[in-house]
């Protein structure tokens, strides 16, 4: 990166002097159509300008309520460009959490994508005081003689004679943003308690973006798909990385379409959480699950030449000749299908948001596609550490990026300190001094260990830890990780603090389970699926199989299946995917106490 790069105003500027004809890419009217470089430039002064011309001043807050979309990086850019701050909000929230973000921040204006998020806005308008403005990016127009409402050409429009007039007063008002002051709000996601707004400067973001891109070959010849939330400081670090190398953005049209887009794009890198992994490689264990006993015995042959390929590379070792060749002709029987879905230029992906199982690390590098796995939160801009090209170690998460401290307190709590840690919680000092100690470490709320060549490992969050009545601790995540590898679990949710033994809370994968009851001619009541002798029976040997290789105290001696899965709507997963644990445990205590009660009466623990 540029030595003058110092603010993410100064990214803008750079990339819309790129001379990029195809800066951005969007699917409209069932086309890819490129974004050049100027009129990105041009779309974002004129559109800043025009806030201007409605009064946002340094220091307002303006909301982002929008799926990805060129607009949404416009918008963010002419927000900053104004000296204002960006609060984005996830486009899958209700309208009341909507409401709560908007309230705390005393957000001024918003810009929505669609006719549906502005349903939501003008649903709980009343009781955001200080919002004065709605900007529509597509689908709805102000009616004759409603104030308030704008079109997102609306406001460009207004900036455009004061852009034509005075060439370089966006630069002039750009440039008044220093390192130090507040770019945005993200508020977390909140899976212990109330959302919290972590403010984050210009320097926080910038400061990742360089670490970053000196750690994983993000190119200007590349270009990278954009999928998971901008909302979500993980892509919107990613989205100013690309940015700050001139690298071409695809805007996926949305995760159901991912399979299409990627295929159609041809893109050379992506982002995503393990979840999306997760899913990626249900879907081709399933495939391979209901196909012929030959595909499954190749398939499971072609893993173990990955997983023993993998074992020398990851120590920098040389790879025998037989291995070498069984590997080559593994990947043209196997692999080399499972990375045509990526596409032909496709190069590597990043993983963060959650710990990356090492199963589902190991599946995909020994299958030849590169995950480079990281850590961060939102509090620290996002990234602390990263694994790279020549730099990677399988069951971590890399080494810290450069400029960022680690040490590991005396309860094995990974702390930070460094210029990517935020300024603090909007309006919540107290909050703030919790987070942050006097000399500056950030507490992550991670359990993690460095091991002697300088890698991070996470173990588990530290309020997730359980206790057993016995004093026994357990790590819910890898025990979760552990059971995950059923084809049959989609998601368990591990529960015992203060018991006696370890319960599982079960979504099942209904695809999979359905076409099991099928192949045995049964029915079943999928609403009342927990009530099932045979598809308890079922679960009960999947939970037999894993508690066969556990320590008493990591068994699960208990478990309920859940009728349907998690949602964002219901409150029971965050936007970023996260289990919340304390309100599935609130939610289903009773359900719970049943499980204990029905388990002690067996007399299973």
């Given at each position: 990166m540029a030595s003058d790069i110092r603010t993410l105003n100064d990214i803008f500027l750079s990339a819309a002097a790129a001379g990029k004809p195809d800066l951005l890419l969007s699917r409209v009217g069932g086309q890819w159509r490129p974004i050049a470089a100027a009129d990105f430039g041009f779309t974002v002064r004129a559109l800043s300008l025009g806030l201007n011309s409605l009064g946002i001043q340094p220091g307002d807050r303006v909301a982002i309520l929008s799926e990805n979309r060129p607009e949404w990086a416009m918008a963010d850019y002419a927000i900053l460009g104004a000296g204002a701050w960006s609060v984005p909000v996830y486009p899958t929230l209700p309208p009341g959490q909507i409401a709560t973000l908007l309230s705390d921040c005393a957000a001024r204006a918003i810009f929505v994508s669609t006719a549906e998020q502005l349903a939501k806005v003008r649903a709980i308008q009343q009781r955001c005081q200080a919002l004065e403005y709605v900007v529509v990016m597509e689908g709805a127009s102000p009616a004759p003689g409603e104030t308030g409402l704008l079109t997102f050409g609306q406001v460009v429009d207004r900036g455009r004679p004061t852009l034509e007039m005075s060439p370089g007063v966006f630069e002039q008002r750009a440039a008044r943003a220093k390192p130090d002051d507040v770019a945005t709000i993200i508020y977390t996601s909140g899976t212990t308690g109330e959302p919290k707004g972590a403010m984050l400067t210009h320097g926080n973001f910038v400061?990742?973006?360089?670490?970053?891109?000196?750690?994983?070959?993000?190119?200007?010849?590349?270009?990278?798909?954009?999928?998971?939330?901008?909302?979500?400081?993980?892509?919107?670090?990613?989205?100013?990385?690309?940015?700050?190398?001139?690298?071409?953005?695809?805007?996926?049209?949305?995760?159901?379409?991912?399979?299409?887009?990627?295929?159609?794009?041809?893109?050379?890198?992506?982002?995503?959480?393990?979840?999306?992994?997760?899913?990626?490689?249900?879907?081709?264990?399933?495939?391979?699950?209901?196909?012929?006993?030959?595909?499954?015995?190749?398939?499971?042959?072609?893993?173990?030449?990955?997983?023993?390929?993998?074992?020398?590379?990851?120590?920098?070792?040389?790879?025998?000749?037989?291995?070498?060749?069984?590997?080559?002709?593994?990947?043209?029987?196997?692999?080399?299908?499972?990375?045509?879905?990526?596409?032909?230029?496709?190069?590597?992906?990043?993983?963060?948001?959650?710990?990356?199982?090492?199963?589902?690390?190991?599946?995909?590098?020994?299958?030849?596609?590169t995950i480079y796995e990281g850590y961060g939160l939102t509090e620290t801009s996002p990234v602390i550490a990263v694994n790279g090209p020549g730099a990677w170690r399988l069951g971590t998460v890399g080494r810290p990026i450069p400029g960022v401290e680690v040490r590991i307190a005396g309860d094995g709590e990974i702390l930070t300190r460094g210029p990517h840690v935020m300024k603090g919680y909007y309006q919540k000092p107290a909050a703030t001094a919790e987070a942050i100690d006097p000399e500056g470490w950030f507490h992550t709320g991670d359990i993690g260990y460095v091991d002697p060549d300088g890698y991070l490992a996470i173990?588990?969050?530290?309020?997730?830890?359980?206790?057993?009545?016995?004093?026994?601790?357990?790590?819910?995540?890898?025990?979760?990780?552990?059971?995950?590898?059923?084809?049959?679990?989609?998601?368990?949710?591990?529960?015992?603090?203060?018991?006696?033994?370890?319960?599982?809370?079960?979504?099942?994968?209904?695809?999979?389970?359905?076409?099991?009851?099928?192949?045995?001619?049964?029915?079943?009541?999928?609403?009342?699926?927990?009530?099932?002798?045979?598809?308890?029976?079922?679960?009960?040997?999947?939970?037999?199989?894993?508690?066969?290789?556990?320590?008493?105290?990591?068994?699960?001696?208990?478990?309920?299946?859940?009728p349907q899965d998690l949602t964002i709507e219901d409150g029971s997963i965050t936007p970023s995917l996260k289990v919340k644990r304390r309100v599935l445990e609130n939610r289903y205590q009773a359900l719970i106490e049943g499980m204990y009660q029905a388990a002690e009466r067996s007399h299973v623990a």
């Open positions: 400061s990742n973006v360089e670490a970053c891109c000196r750690v994983v070959p993000i190119t200007g010849d590349a270009t990278a798909l954009s999928f998971l939330p901008l909302s979500h400081v993980f892509e919107r670090m990613l989205d100013y990385a690309y940015l700050s190398r001139h690298s071409t953005i695809a805007y996926a049209e949305s995760i159901d379409k991912l399979k299409d887009n990627l295929l159609e794009l041809n893109p050379h890198c992506f982002g995503a959480v393990p979840r999306v992994y997760e899913k990626v490689y249900a879907r081709i264990r399933e495939r391979v699950d209901t196909g012929s006993a030959l595909k499954r015995r190749l398939f499971e042959w072609a893993l173990r030449i990955g997983r023993e390929r993998l074992s020398f590379e990851a120590k920098g070792k040389p790879v025998p000749s037989g291995l070498a060749w069984r590997a080559r002709v593994a990947d043209r029987l196997v692999f080399a299908k499972i990375r045509h879905a990526l596409g032909s230029r496709f190069r590597f992906a990043v993983s963060g948001g959650a710990p990356l199982s090492r199963d589902l690390a190991e599946f995909f590098l020994g299958a030849g596609v173990t588990d969050r530290k309020k997730d830890l359980i206790v057993l009545a016995s004093g026994k601790k357990a790590a819910p995540q890898p025990i979760e990780n552990e059971l995950k590898k059923s084809p049959f679990i989609e998601l368990p949710i591990v529960v015992g603090d203060r018991q006696k033994f370890l319960a599982a809370l079960i979504v099942p994968n209904f695809a999979r389970l359905k076409q099991w009851a099928a192949q045995g001619q049964l029915s079943a009541d999928w609403a009342a699926v927990d009530a099932n002798p045979d598809v308890r029976g079922l679960f009960q040997r999947e939970i037999d199989a894993y508690n066969a290789s556990r320590p008493h105290h990591e068994q699960i001696r208990a478990f309920a299946l859940l």
